[in-house]
C-alpha cells in the first residue's frame, strides 16, 4: 500500500506504509544512530513525533524484548528508507513492522532519508502528516500541521504509580513484580536491566542508597544504572510535590529524560525550585537538566533541529576529556543566561558549542544534556552515576 509524508512547507514524499493504518500528525525529527531503533521506539522522549532514521536498513536484527526502555512504543510515527522483512538475531522476538503494527505506531519506507533530513536540516525540524490517503488535500492538510503542537506529553508518559526497584549487583535480580503492567499499575513488569553489562558497572556500591527518581518520561536503563550499582531507587510521578520528595528522605534525588518543550512544565519547576533550596544531591539528565536550569532562572530554547543519535561528542570543561554521547533532545539551556553565582557549564558539545550540562556552585549538583545511561549505547559517560554516587557518600 502507498503512503505519503507531506512536510508543513509543502514537500510530499510518496512510500510505501509501514505498520499502523492510521492517519497521523507530529513533529518530524531526525535520528543517526546506526543501531538501537528498539532503543528509540520506546523511549518516551519521542512522544508527540515521529522519528526518521538516517541509517538506510533497520529492522535486519528484529525486536529484542530486554532492551526496551519501557513498556510501550512512542512516537507518533516512524520513517525509513528500508524495513527488513526478514531479522536475525538469537535474542530476537519478533519483526520490527509486527511491533510497529502491535504498539498502533504508523510509518512508511521507500523514501530518500537523505534528502528529507537535509530538508530539516536546512529548514529546522517541522510538523508533518504520515497518511494513506491518496485523494489527500494537501493545503488542508498543511493547515492541520500547523496549528499542532508537541502538548502535555511528560503527563502522558510518566508513571501513574510510585513504584520501587531493589538495588542489587546482580544485574539479573532487578525485575519486580512480574506480571503485572505498568500501564495500568504504574510498576514496572520486565527486567530493568539486560544480562551483558560491562563488568565495571560493579566498580562502586551503592548499597544502603535511598534515590527518589522524578519520572517526567523516564528511560529504564536510568532506574538500572542506579540499582545495578546498588542503589535502593524508588520512581515517582511527575506531579510529585517536593514536600513529598523531601519527606521520603533520600538519600539523592534523580530527575529524568522526558518529551516536549521545557516550560510547558511549569508545575514541576516550581516544585523543583523547592529541592534545589534543600542540601538533597539532585543529578538530573536531559529534561531534567533543563528544567532544572528554569527553576534556577536561567532560560531554555528550541534547536533548529536538535541533537539526535549516539555519536555526539562531547567536551568535559574541568578535566579537557572528550566522550561520545548518546543524545535525544530538541531544546537546550541557553548558556548566556546561566549566572556565574549560582552555576557554571561543566561540558560543552565538540560539535556546536552548545550547553551540555552544568554545576551548581556551592550544592551538591550536576546536570547534563546527555544521556550517560546510553542504551543501547555509547558507555563513555556511565562514570556520571558514580559521580553521583560519590556525592551521596
Known amino acids: 500500500m502507498k503512503a505519503f509524508l507531506i512536510l508543513e512547507d509543502g514537500t510530499v514524499f510518496t512510500g510505501r506504509h509501514i505498520g499502523a493504518d ?8 531526525f535520528n543517526t544512530s546506526m543501531t538501537g531503533y ?20 533497520i529492522g535486519n536484527y528484529g525486536i529484542c524484548e530486554d532492551d526496551m526502555q519501557s513498556d510501550q512504543a512512542w512516537p507518533e510515527g516512524f520513517i525509513v528508507h528500508e524495513i527488513s522483512d526478514y531479522y536475525s538475531n538469537f535474542r530476537s522476538h519478533s519483526s520490527i513492522q509486527s511491533f510497529l503494527l502491535k504498539h498502533n505506531i504508523p510509518g512508511i519506507c521507500g523514501i530518500d532519508t537523505r534528502a528529507l533530513t537535509k530538508i530539516l536540516r536546512e529548514k529546522g525540524t517541522m510538523n508533518g502528516v504520515i497518511t494513506t490517503n491518496e485523494d489527500f488535500d494537501k493545503e488542508s492538510l498543511i493547515a492541520s500541521m500547523k496549528e499542532y503542537t508537541v502538548k502535555g506529553v511528560v503527563e502522558k508518559v510518566s508513571t501513574k504509580k510510585q513504584y ?9 535480580d532487578n525485575g519486580v513484580m512480574a506480571g503485572k503492567s505498568r500501564a ?17 558497572i ?7 542508597l535511598k534515590i527518589a527518581l522524578l519520572d517526567v518520561g523516564c528511560k529504564r536503563n ?46 514541576v519547576i516550581e ?25 534556577a532562572g536561567f532560560d531554555t530554547l528550541k534547536m533548529k533541529y536538535g541533537h539526535r543519535g549516539v555519536n555526539h561528542p562531547v567536551k568535559d570543561l574541568d578535566s579537557g576529556k572528550v566522550y561520545i554521547t548518546s543524545q535525544n533532545h530538541g531544546y537546550m539551556v541557553d548558556e548566556s543566561t546561566v ?3 549560582i552555576a557554571y557549564p561543566a561540558f560543552r558539545n565538540v560539535n556546536d558549542g552548545t550547553n551540555e550540562g552544568l554545576r551548581y556552585k556551592d550544592k551538591k549538583i550536576f546536570t547534563v544534556q546527555f544521556h550517560p545511561e546510553a542504551c543501547g549505547g555509547p558507555l563513555d559517560s556511565g562514570f556520571l552515576f558514580d559521580r553521583f554516587i560519590e556525592m551521596m557518600t
Open 202 to 208: 560493579h566498580e562502586l556500591n551503592g548499597k544502603g
Open 339 to 341: 549566572d556565574p553565582e
Open 22 to 29: 492510521r492517519e497521523s500528525v507530529s513533529e518530524i525529527v
Open 184 to 200: 495500568e499499575t504504574g510498576i514496572t513488569d520486565k527486567p530493568l536491566l539486560p544480562e551483558r553489562v560491562p563488568s565495571f
Open 222 to 267: 536510568i532506574a538500572a544504572s542506579l540499582a545495578g550499582r546498588g542503589c535502593d531507587v524508588t520512581v515517582f510521578p511527575y506531579d510529585t510535590t517536593a514536600e513529598e520528595l523531601i519527606s521520603f528522605k533520600p538519600d539523592g534525588i534523580m530527575i529524568s529524560n522526558g518529551p516536549g518543550d521545557p516550560k510547558d512544565c511549569t508545575g
Open 271 to 295: 516544585e523543583i525550585k523547592k529541592l534545589i533550596k534543600t542540601d538533597i544531591p539532585i543529578f538530573a539528565i536531559c529534561l531534567g537538566h533543563q528544567l532544572l536550569a528554569l527553576a
Open 38 to 57: 528498539l532503543e528509540v521506539l520506546t523511549d518516551p522522549s519521542y512522544a508527540g513525533q515521529a522519528v526518521c532514521m538516517t541509517y538506510p536498513l
Open 164 to 172: 520501587f526497584i531493589k538495588g542489587s549487583l546482580d544485574l539479573k
